[in-house]
């Protein structure tokens, strides 16, 4: 398996990766499995890679099984759901640290073929994503809805986060969670 940060040709795999997975057009067998909620264009695909750097990508031989997304809160904040986040950052402490733009970023999300959970997958493309950003920032924030049970279980048991607080957006419940990019 090799990890790596991904480039504009590998697109029309995240994408499809990303079509498989997403809330609106997974199967109802694979929905209780984890499921990604944020849809991204091709476009916003290749600005995340381009300014941001912010696609890890788990490739086993040419296939990618599995991407993580990070990026600075600038880049989120086209979105609602990131621009309520980032106008409540200042509430936020953790850690002891007030959050801010400058000392955190958004990861997320992480989407991996079901082929390939339960596996090293998760935390080597994790880490992986987790590394590219120490650099730049100290601290790592990502929110999971309430029903998705498999990630929250895998952020919080297999990934070591904390959950910060909870939080509700657009009549959906999330987890707001964290963990130091150092650690």
């Known amino acids: 398996m090799i990890y790596r940060n991904a480039v504009i040709s590998d697109i029309p795999q995240i994408m499809e990766l ?4 997403h809330v609106s057009t997974i199967s109802e067998e694979d929905k209780p499995n984890g499921f990604v909620t944020t849809l991204f264009t ?8 381009e300014k941001e750097n912010g696609i890890a ?3 086993d031989e040419e296939k990618i099984v599995a991407y993580a997304m990070a990026a600075s809160w600038e880049y989120w904040s ?3 759901l990131f621009q ?26 992480i989407c991996i073929d079901k082929a390939y959970r339960g ?11 987790k590394k590219q950003m120490s650099e ?3 601290i790592l924030i990502t929110f999971i809805n309430h029903i998705n049970e498999r990630s929250y279980a895998a952020h919080t048991k297999k990934l070591n986060l904390d959950v910060i607080k909870n939080f509700q957006f657009n009549n959906n419940n999330y987890y707001e969670l964290g963990c130091l990019t150092k650690e």
């Open 18 to 21: 990303q079509k498989k997975y």
């Open 42 to 49: 091709e476009e916003q695909f290749k600005e995340l890679i």
């Open 57 to 59: 990508i788990a490739c």
């Open 78 to 80: 086209k979105w609602p």
């Open 84 to 109: 309520h986040m980032i106008s409540d950052l200042n509430n936020t402490e953790y850690k002891g640290n007030r959050l801010s733009t400058e000392n955190s970023y958004q990861y997320g999300p």
């Open 119 to 129: 596996t090293e997958v998760l935390p080597k493309v994790f880490n992986y994503s």
């Open 136 to 138: 730049r920032y100290p």
